[in-house]
């Protein structure tokens, strides 16, 4: 699988020349056979830095960068590699979902528990 489509690389980078925003992830990433979720939402200049939430499955859900020649680079059981979720539409910026994530542990998509993490960033303003 293509992991990037010229669509969402363009959107990515230019997410990625507007600093200072908290964008709404434009894809994620997964491993189809074990732990591992990124929701991206932006991208260097240099084609291969991307920013975003990364769950690793070890508990601790965490916003930073990794690298699109990496995941692309990764080769998993069965001749599987990381793909993308082709039906992901993100509904919230990246600060809930890094909030959400931290309080359950892992990254979440729940509609409920998104609106729990806005709703405790919004208490804390």
């Known amino acids: 699988m293509i992991l990037l489509t010229d669509d969402l690389r363009d959107r990515l ?3 990625g020349r507007q600093r200072d925003i908290d964008h709404v992830p434009v894809v994620k990433f997964f491993n189809p056979v074990g732990a591992g979720t990124w929701l991206i939402t932006e991208m260097e200049a240099d084609g291969d830095t991307l920013f975003g939430l990364a769950d690793l499955g070890f508990g601790c859900p965490e ?3 990794c690298s699109l020649a990496e995941l692309t680079s990764v080769r998993l059981p069965f001749g599987l590699g990381i793909e993308r979720d082709i039906l992901f539409q993100a509904t919230v910026p990246i600060s809930v979902y890094a909030e959400a994530a931290r309080r359950a542990g892992h990254i979440v998509e729940r509609r409920d ?3 729990e993490a806005a709703a405790a960033m919004q208490s804390r303003r």
Do not use: D, K, S, V
């Open 113 to 115: 528990m998104l609106e």
């Open 63 to 65: 916003l930073g960068a």
């Open 13 to 15: 980078l230019a997410n």
